[in-house]
């Protein structure tokens, strides 16, 4: 008889998603691991999510090494949530397959059937396939987007939702003169506002330039995180080089600051 306290051979789980289910299948059993079989869905929701920043960071930092790991790490959070479904009889991995299956083949008429390709419209005939699939629910054009979503991600989704029946700019010159107008506003209401109001006219203005984003063709999350990692990366440069100058950055004047700065990103420090 198998000793139930010994781990098996890696080998003893094929190398595809039905081993990871049947690896998470045993992590669940009675001669499992405790911690594994106490999760529930929701107490791993936030791993999930983590695990998806995770992918996402691999992929934009293009370290094929990271990519596989994270990705492995996000492969095992689907199968936990399709192992405690399965184990609670609500649906099973054949279900979740089948289900994205038809809806693809669906939601892609040019591959599947005789619809043309829409180009520069695929986005409004994806939204449109969508909504079509829903017409029961009564939730409208936007539908039922996820109040987690990132906020920056949500406005993103909703402008491509109502861009779908055709309101939207016309071009993102449209966009880019409501930032405009919108910084106007936001201007006035810091001059002689309300706290209450600037906020509002300060959403508004980021709603439009994530609106002018969209037009083109850059996410706001995408590029926001970018522009993350490089201020963090010009000001770690930049206390280097302070304390190789012996410049004290905290009793250092805004000028002195601002100088180091455009050194550093103008590549010219020595």
């Known amino acids: 008889m198998e000793d139930p306290s010994r781990a098996p051979d890696p080998g003893a789980f094929e190398a595809r998603f039905e081993g990871v289910l049947e690896l998470l299948r045993r992590l669940r059993s009675p001669n499992g691991c405790p911690w594994d079989r106490e999760q529930t869905p929701r107490s791993l929701l936030p791993y999930l999510i983590e695990e998806a920043h995770e992918v996402a960071h691999a992929i934009e930092a293009g370290d094929d090494e990271s990519i596989l790991d994270e990705l492995g790490d996000l492969l095992l959070h689907l199968a936990f949530q399709i ?16 289900g994205l299956i038809a809806k693809m083949v669906r939601r892609h008429p040019h591959v599947f059937g005789d619809a043309e390709y829409a180009g520069a419209g695929h986005q409004a005939m994806w939204e449109r396939l969508k909504r079509e699939e829903k017409v029961a629910e009564s939730d409208g054009v936007i539908g039922r987007l996820p109040e987690h979503l990132p906020t920056l991600v949500r406005a993103h989704r909703m402008q491509e939702k109502v861009a779908s029946v ?7 010159a449209g966009a880019r003169r409501k930032v405009s107008e919108e910084i106007e506003e936001t201007d006035r209401e810091a001059a002689a506002g309300t706290p209450e109001s600037l906020e509002e006219e300060f959403g508004d203005l980021l709603f439009a330039i994530v609106n002018w984003g969209r037009l ?15 201020f963090e990366s010009r000001f770690r440069k930049l206390e280097s080089l302070a304390e190789e100058r012996g410049i004290d950055i905290e009793g250092s004047s805004l000028e002195v600051l601002d100088g180091l ?10």
């Open 83 to 98: 192992v405690i479904a399965e184990e609670e009889g609500r649906f099973d991995m054949r279900r979740v397959a089948g």
């Open 166 to 172: 055709g309101f939207d700019w016309r071009d993102a």
């Open 216 to 230: 083109l063709g850059i996410h706001p999350d995408t590029a926001l995180r970018r522009a993350n990692r490089k």
């Open 261 to 270: 700065w455009e050194e550093i990103k103008s590549g010219r420090t020595r």
